[in-house]
């Protein structure tokens, strides 16, 4: 059973940065994307960025590009979220997610979560 950890998550001031991470352990790693999500109080989950296993090639939400950068270390099964500039509407539980279709912006397109890590931006 693959099993997925955020961890990175805490109490930021708006223009700071955090680094998320994805731990992956358990199952066989045959995902080709890892995806991030995060979710708001009273809102719907959202897509906020996704990188190809093998490629590296990424793809970002318009409220993400120019601030937020996804990578991933193969070797040690690892996604990792870093993000910079943040603002307090950045505020959310953050997911991440690993699932088989390339570029995948969906949450029904990934197959398997983690627990969520909770950032929030202070203005």
């Known amino acids: 059973q693959v099993q997925l950890v955020e961890s990175g998550g805490g109490l930021v001031q708006a223009g700071g940065s955090l680094r998320l991470s994805c731990a992956a352990s358990g199952g066989t790693f045959s995902w080709s994307s890892m995806g991030w999500f995060r979710q708001a109080p009273g809102k719907e989950r959202e897509f906020v960025a996704s990188i190809s296993w093998r490629t590296s090639n990424t793809k970002y939400a318009d409220s993400a590009k120019g601030r937020f950068t996804i990578s991933r270390d193969n070797a040690k099964n690892m996604s990792y979220l870093q993000m910079k500039r943040l603002k307090p509407e950045d505020t959310a539980v953050y997911y991440c997610?690993?699932?088989?279709?390339?570029?995948?912006?969906?949450?029904?397109?990934?197959?398997?979560w983690g627990r969520g890590t909770q950032v929030t931006v202070s203005s």
């Open positions: 997610a690993a699932g088989p279709t390339v570029w995948a912006t969906e949450s029904e397109q990934y197959d398997y």
